[in-house]
């Protein structure tokens, strides 16, 4: 099992900045894949990364958002910047270890126009 809890989320006005970090537990394992999914009107890929820092990222946050992680802490980070109203929804954790998805509980991203 893995346990994935997220913190950095908030309220923030249009065109300012939040980091997200996502800690993770567990038999995680050294090759995984850890990433940001938002969760709007569907849930859709913000930005994911594997384990040798390989990263992708959704067309809408390309050039603004940032992924990362340390993987001597097993923690990802998801710096968000020039952020816009149409970014607010709520931000899910994820990790793939092993073929088996996991999810955290999720955090609130709310940008104000």
């Known amino acids: 099992q893995v346990q994935l809890v997220e913190s950095g989320g908030g309220l923030v006005q249009a065109g300012g900045s939040l980091r997200l970090s996502c800690a993770a537990s567990?038999?995680?394992?050294?090759?995984?894949?850890m990433g940001w999914y938002r969760q709007a009107k569907q849930r859709e890929l913000v930005a994911d990364i594997s384990?040798?820092?390989?990263?992708n990222y959704g067309d809408s946050v390309k050039g603004r958002f940032t992924i990362s992680r340390d993987n001597a802490k097993n923690t990802v980070y998801l710096q968000m910047n020039s952020l816009k109203p149409e970014d607010t929804g709520i931000y899910y954790c994820?990790?793939?270890?092993?073929?088996?998805?996991?999810w955290g509980q999720g955090t609130q991203v709310t940008v104000s126009s």
């Open positions: 567990g038999s995680i394992f050294s090759n995984n894949i």
């Open positions: 994820a990790a793939i270890v092993r073929a088996r998805w996991y």
């Open positions: 384990s040798g820092g390989s990263t």
